[in-house]
């Protein structure tokens, strides 16, 4: 059992008062709240050690070097990845995609063909569609159906020795579904195609073991687990990091370097090039730490009933039609109320200090196929309460009462 | 009336309001009521994409005075640009490309033409005055 009232008091945010009201955040899908724990480490960095790392001899560089790596191995425990050279700090999942597709496009000729699923986010949509591009890869949908789960009948059909590559999120951030990955992963690799799955959703929520996923890429944000923004991390596996060529230029991610030729580092520098974002590395290490001294069998299934009760609460209101009814998601409400328009309920809420979020969410394809122009969504931390929820379930009746 | 004049009547609406919901409640309602364009301008080509809301706008020229109208699918955008359609429209090119929005801050709604509101608004106001140089150019 969590003790909420205990966890709140970490978040020093939870204090402030928005337009005049407390603070309820159920925003927690595009970014979450940072603990103490965090924030101190921060301080900490560039109050006490801050310095460039991997090249100075002198002591604080030695110092943020090392509690920079220890980052990277605490990253590499919790993922459960066999090598911490498996392990790229990036900027974010993001940038982690992106480094991807850059890379796998040498792979790809005229005639393969790349899978994405159709709860993508547009972040693992762009990217791919941008390699398609410059290959000449045909790239094709998983499509979905009416609940927001991906339909495995017609993925069996899409897959063939054509496929190179499917990238899928384990979560998506619109609806809140959990997608069935490790079934994805297993048909996939019997044609002997990659799998890169988005994690960004999935991370603030449950805790992946990358080796039984047995999958090929696997991309995270810190921001949406306690850590601070831009920083993130990209799993990959030894044999596809090394055979990858690398995504950016610069220092760290060479070995040697005459104007003839250049020689790259070893794993993980190779895809590291520049002054990596340390503090942020290391405060992601701290967020881990957070997040596992809290538990995330905990975290679940507090999440889990937090998600019942605001579907339920909901459900209740008159002419409110929640989207992803699936019933494998995560604490995630999609709705929107009849014939009123999400950003005004967005903006009503806010009024009363309610953070949601409003629109297509980066997920115009999902959008598209409700036939509506966005959604409310709430989504829900384990440092949120029913009394939130309550809140939530007052302010959407008075932006309904105000708007119809 | 001048668009400051027009500006100063509306701050002064807008005091009477004691709170929020009235301010909000008042800008729902303007935009509930008012037909703002004619479906046949609600084309493609007239459309400005926020990120989050959809806006339309159209003008024409009348007696040397720009007319506008335009309209939203989200109802708190519609009364926003109901008022800016009360500043702005039947007014002269030059005035338009010379008046301020200063006053949508006096009025509390300074959230909504902030740039990363993605409603559309802050395009909108832009393509107001683009109308108003075009016109004036006509006129010159």
Redesign the interface.
């Known amino acids: 059992m969590l003790n909420i009232e205990n966890i709140r008091k970490d978040f020093p945010i939870f204090s402030r008062k928005v337009?005049g009201k407390p603070l309820v955040y159920f925003d927690n899908a595009a970014t979450s709240q940072t603990p103490t724990q965090v924030i101190d480490v921060i301080v900490d960095y560039y109050s006490n050690y801050n310095a460039n790392i991997h090249r100075g001899v002198h002591s604080l560089s030695q110092e943020a070097t090392d509690k920079y790596e220890q980052a990277r191995l605490k990253i590499q425990k919790h993922f459960n990845a066999k090598h911490s050279h498996e392990i790229i700090m990036t900027s974010g999942t993001t940038h982690g995609i992106n480094l991807v597709a850059n890379g796998f496009s040498s792979f790809l000729k005229k005639g393969d063909e790349v899978l994405v699923s159709a709860l993508e986010h547009h972040s693992n949509i762009v990217p791919w569609q941008m390699l398609c591009e410059r290959s000449g890869t045909t790239l094709r949908v998983i499509p979905m159906n009416q609940d927001g789960e991906l339909i495995m009948s017609e993925y069996d059909q899409l897959l063939s020795e054509k496929t190179k590559l499917v990238f899928v999120n384990h979560i998506s951030n619109a609806l809140g579904t959990i997608n069935p990955i490790k079934y994805i992963i297993d048909k996939a690799h019997s044609f002997g195609a990659a799998v890169l799955v988005d994690g960004a959703q999935a991370c603030p929520h449950l805790k992946p073991d990358l080796q039984q996923l047995d999958v090929d890429f696997y991309v995270a944000s810190a921001h949406k687990m306690c850590g601070p923004t831009g920083v993130g991390m990209l799993y990959g596996k030894e044999e596809w990091l090394k055979k990858l060529p690398p995504y950016q230029g610069g220092g760290e991610m060479i070995a040697e370097v005459t104007f003839e030729k250049t020689t790259y580092a070893d794993l993980p520098h190779k895809f590291e090039a520049g002054t990596p974002n340390i503090c942020g590395g290391i405060a992601f290490g701290a967020a881990i730490d957070y997040l596992n001294h809290i538990g995330f069998d905990a975290i679940e299934s507090y999440e889990h009933e937090l998600l019942e009760y605001a579907t339920e609460k909901l459900s209740e209101i008159d002419g409110l039609k929640i989207y992803g009814t699936s019933k494998h998601k995560t604490s995630v409400v999609s709705f929107n109320l009849e014939e009123?328009?999400?950003?005004?309920v967005g903006?009503?809420l806010d009024?009363m200090g309610i953070a949601v979020r409003?629109?297509?969410h980066c997920a115009q394809p999902i959008m598209d196929y409700f036939k509506i122009?966005?959604t409310v969504r709430a989504s829900f931390a384990f440092y949120n309460t029913k009394q939130e929820i309550d809140a939530l379930v007052e302010g959407v009746k008075k932006a309904k009462a105000?708007?119809s | 009336m001048t668009i400051k004049e027009i500006q100063e009547e509306i701050i002064d609406e807008f005091s009477m309001f004691e709170d929020?919901?009235e301010r909000?409640?008042y800008m729902?309602d303007l935009g509930k009521t008012l037909p703002l364009i004619d479906e046949q301008y609600k084309t493609e080509e007239n459309i400005i994409k926020g990120?989050?809301?959809?806006v339309w706008v159209y003008a024409e020229m009348e007696n040397d005075k720009v007319i506008f109208t335009a309209d939203s699918?989200?109802?708190?955008?519609k009364g926003i640009i109901a008022i800016l359609i009360r500043v702005f429209s039947n007014q002269s090119p030059k005035d338009i490309i010379e008046a301020d929005t200063g006053f949508i801050d006096e009025i509390g709604l300074k959230e909504?033409l902030s740039p990363t509101r993605?409603?559309g608004l802050v395009s909108m106001i832009k393509q107001l005055k683009m109308y108003a140089i075009a016109y004036q150019t006509q006129l010159n």
């Open positions: 337009n009123i328009h999400p950003y005004d903006t009503i009024k409003t629109g297509h122009p966005g105000m708007l | 929020w919901e909000y409640q729902i990120c989050q809301s959809k699918d989200a109802i708190i955008t909504h993605a409603n």
